[in-house]
């Protein structure tokens, strides 16, 4: 697998803690919010993004908040589980108000929330270039990649 990605010696040295998410409060309500889904394939998908991310994030040098990756990475399908009250609407919505509405209550800066919400409404792009986000870059190769 590493060969196909293009991935070689920059992994040499990593351990399973450069993959592991962040420990912030926020972070653990997203992983909270996320077991609350109860779908093994959602919450597998999530988790495995996100580590998919990171390994692309590390291969290509890529600069990047990883509480928002992380953030954006457990909530970017959300919206396919959660009820979202019978309205006709993009299920990408359904996550990225969730993580706007956590970023709030962390106090999280309104560039930080517009970052989590781009990356998750993006993510269903065919491709998003990293000028339109670091984190939005990243989600969506990852969660390309665990599909694929």
């Given at each position: 697998?590493?060969?196909?990605?293009g991935?070689?010696?920059?992994?040499?040295?990593a351990?399973?803690?450069?993959?592991?998410g962040?420990?912030?409060a926020i972070?653990?309500?997203?992983e909270?919010?996320?077991q609350?889904?109860?779908?093994p394939?959602?919450v597998?998908?999530s988790y495995r993004?996100?580590c998919?991310?990171?390994?692309?994030?590390?291969?290509?040098?890529?600069?990047?908040d990883s509480?928002?990756?992380?953030?954006?990475?457990l909530?970017?399908?959300?919206g396919?589980?959660a009820a979202?009250?019978?309205?006709p609407?993009c299920f990408?919505?359904v996550?990225?108000?969730?993580?706007i509405?956590?970023?709030?209550?962390?106090?999280?800066?309104?560039?930080a929330?517009l970052?989590?919400a781009?990356?998750i409404?993006?993510h269903?792009?065919?491709k998003v270039e990293?000028?339109?986000?670091?984190?939005a870059?990243?989600?969506t190769a990852g969660a390309?990649l665990?599909?694929?």
């Open positions: 697998m590493r060969h196909r990605i991935l070689g010696a920059e992994l040499a040295g351990v399973p803690k450069d993959f592991a962040p420990d912030s972070c653990q309500q997203a909270e919010l996320l609350d889904v109860r779908r394939e959602i597998g998908h993004t996100y998919w991310a990171r390994i692309l994030a590390r291969r290509d040098r890529v600069d990047h509480e928002i990756l992380y953030v954006a990475a909530l970017h399908d959300f396919l589980a979202n009250g019978g309205q609407r990408t919505l996550g990225a108000e969730k993580a509405e956590l970023a709030r209550e962390a106090s999280w800066s309104a560039q929330q970052a989590v781009e990356a409404t993006l269903m792009n065919v990293a000028l339109e986000g670091p984190e870059h990243l989600l390309q665990d599909v694929t």
